[in-house]
Nanobody
Framework: QVQLVESGGGLVQPGGSLTLSCETS????????IGWFRQAPGKEREGVSC????????YYPRSVRGRFTISRDNAKNTVYLQMNTLTPEDTGIYYC?????????????????????WGQGTQVTVPS
């Protein structure tokens, strides 16, 4: 059974940093795209960072490029999202997702897509 479990969310002041973790279990040995997505109140879900387990290539949309870094520790089956210089616009529920059928660019661009495996989400709040 596949599980993705996010952690690390919380309240952080503008300009601050936060690191989220997505621990995976049960994923087959197939190559996956794994992405971080956020759902802000009243807005559509959007992809914020994606990584390929094939070659650790990454993709970032322009809104977070230079501020967010996605990485993974294969030994710990964990994908991280390092977020720097946070603003109130980064507030939302952050989810990780995994799917073997999408390239990382498509996964991150089409945030509304119903990817194969999802975690339960972790809240990030940056007050204004």
């Amino acid at each position: 059974q596949v599980q993705l479990v996010e952690s690390g969310g919380g309240l952080v002041q503008p300009g601050g940093s936060l690191t989220l973790s997505c621990e995976t279990s049960g994923l087959a040995s197939d190559y996956y795209s794994i992405g971080w997505f956020r759902q802000a109140p009243g807005k559509e879900r959007e992809g914020v960072s994606c990584i390929s387990t094939r070659d650790d290539s990454t993709y970032y949309p322009r809104s977070v490029r230079g501020r967010f870094t996605i990485s993974r520790d294969n030994a710990k089956n964990t994908v991280y999202l390092q977020m720097n210089t946070l603003t109130p616009e980064d507030t939302g529920i952050y989810y990780c997702a995994a799917d073997p059928n999408y390239r990382i660019e498509a996964m991150c661009i089409f945030g509304r897509q119903n990817y194969k495996f999802w975690g339960q989400g972790t809240q990030v709040t940056v007050p204004s």
